[in-house]
């Protein structure tokens, strides 16, 4: 039996809600006290950006997650909602997750998480079962009950799943079935120092992936896969840095987007840097992301 395809892209997990504060330098020195401007609630978590991003270039996107039924679930909620994103929710007993981000002069944040993780928490599979089959390609956010998704995924080439271990340090236990499961790797080079390249070849040798992408921030990216180890430039900012917060989940969003338009990996790097550097310009996790128009425009 075929099915028609429904979905370009499915978002497993990541949800959350952000409670930005701006703060006058980072890392912060202890006072008591510190005046700040509006502290703001945004809807963030990287799975949200991912969701957010796709949709906003045009892809057809299904998001699935698990909130609480507390304001901060009914916010993300109703935020998907209102921009058009189709999404599959599940009650979270622990609440929704949630994070402090703390944002300097400069855009460079600190982000406190606050996961609530519950031990053996699973996603309901009548959520994604029928996307995921139908869909061009899933993302796995690093949510720990994500990692069960990955035997209904055994079956799909290893192309057309993704996940993004963010600030993975190459130790960390808890990254390694996504790190391993996953056929297109993107990860931060932030805790990765001098190991870069020896963690990425470890992730392209111990498991499915095809091609690992790292970031580097202003510096660009690498890319490792069948070609060997590459280097690219970031792009240029279109305005001052306003915020760096979402400006990676911003770039696999464009990413995805080339390699969903049948892109080579070189284009697909420049249109996830374009959308990167358009992120850091707005302030917010994923308030403004880019668009089709805007990013086409750009490259």
């Given at each position: 039996?075929?099915?028609?395809v429904?979905?370009?892209?499915?978002?497993?997990?990541g949800t959350g809600v952000d409670t930005?504060v701006y703060v006058?330098?980072?890392?912060l020195p202890y006072?008591d006290t510190?005046?700040?401007?509006?502290v703001?609630?945004r809807?963030?978590n990287?799975?949200?950006?991912?969701?957010?991003?796709c949709?906003?270039?045009?892809?057809?996107v299904?998001?699935?997650?698990?909130?609480?039924?507390?304001?901060?679930?009914?916010?993300i909620?109703?935020h998907m909602?209102e921009?058009?994103v189709?999404?599959?929710?599940a009650l979270a007993?622990?609440g929704t997750?949630?994070s402090v981000?703390?944002?300097?002069p400069?855009?460079?944040?600190?982000?406190?998480?606050?996961p609530?993780?519950?031990?053996d928490e699973r996603l309901?599979?009548?959520l994604y079962l029928?996307?995921?089959?139908?869909?061009r390609?899933?993302?796995?956010s690093?949510t720990d009950?994500?990692?069960?998704v990955y035997?209904?995924?055994?079956?799909?080439?290893?192309?057309t799943v993704s996940?993004?271990?963010?600030?993975?340090d190459?130790d960390?236990?808890?990254?390694?079935?996504?790190?391993?499961s996953?056929?297109?790797?993107?990860?931060s080079e932030?805790?990765?120092?001098?190991r870069r390249e020896?963690v990425?070849r470890?992730?392209?040798?111990?498991?499915?992936?095809?091609?690992?992408v790292?970031t580097?921030?202003a510096e660009?990216?690498?890319?490792?896969d069948?070609?060997g180890?590459?280097?690219f430039?970031a792009?240029?900012?279109p305005?001052?840095?306003a915020d760096?917060?979402g400006?990676?989940?911003a770039?696999?969003?464009?990413?995805?987007?080339?390699?969903l338009?049948g892109?080579?990996?070189?284009?697909c790097?420049r249109?996830?840097?374009?959308a990167?550097?358009h992120?850091?310009?707005?302030?917010?996790t994923?308030?403004?992301?880019?668009?089709?128009k805007t990013?086409l425009?750009?490259v």
């Amino acid at each position: 039996m075929t099915h028609d395809v429904t979905h370009d892209v499915v978002v497993i997990g990541g949800t959350g809600v952000d409670t930005t504060v701006y703060v006058p330098e980072l890392p912060l020195p202890y006072a008591d006290t510190y005046a700040v401007p509006p502290v703001v609630d945004r809807i963030g978590n990287t799975g949200s950006g991912v969701a957010l991003g796709c949709h906003a270039l045009g892809l057809r996107v299904r998001l699935v997650d698990l909130v609480g039924d507390d304001p901060q679930g009914r916010f993300i909620r109703a935020h998907m909602e209102e921009r058009g994103v189709e999404a599959g929710w599940a009650l979270a007993p622990q609440g929704t997750r949630r994070s402090v981000l703390l944002v300097g002069p400069d855009g460079r944040r600190t982000s406190l998480f606050d996961p609530r993780v519950v031990p053996d928490e699973r996603l309901p599979r009548e959520l994604y079962l029928d996307a995921v089959r139908d869909a061009r390609h899933v993302h796995v956010s690093i949510t720990d009950f994500s990692r069960h998704v990955y035997p209904d995924l055994a079956g799909r080439p290893a192309a057309t799943v993704s996940t993004d271990l963010h600030d993975w340090d190459g130790d960390n236990d808890h990254h390694r079935d996504f790190a391993y499961s996953s056929g297109l790797v993107f990860l931060s080079e932030t805790a990765l120092g001098s190991r870069r390249e020896e963690v990425m070849r470890h992730i392209l040798d111990a498991g499915r992936a095809q091609t690992v992408v790292c970031t580097a921030g202003a510096e660009g990216c690498h890319v490792l896969d069948a070609d060997g180890l590459r280097h690219f430039p970031a792009a240029p900012l279109p305005g001052p840095v306003a915020d760096s917060n979402g400006a990676g989940d911003a770039f696999v969003s464009g990413f995805l987007y080339g390699r969903l338009h049948g892109r080579p990996v070189e284009e697909c790097v420049r249109l996830g840097a374009v959308a990167g550097a358009h992120a850091c310009t707005v302030q917010g996790t994923h308030e403004d992301p880019i668009t089709e128009k805007t990013l086409l425009d750009r490259v």
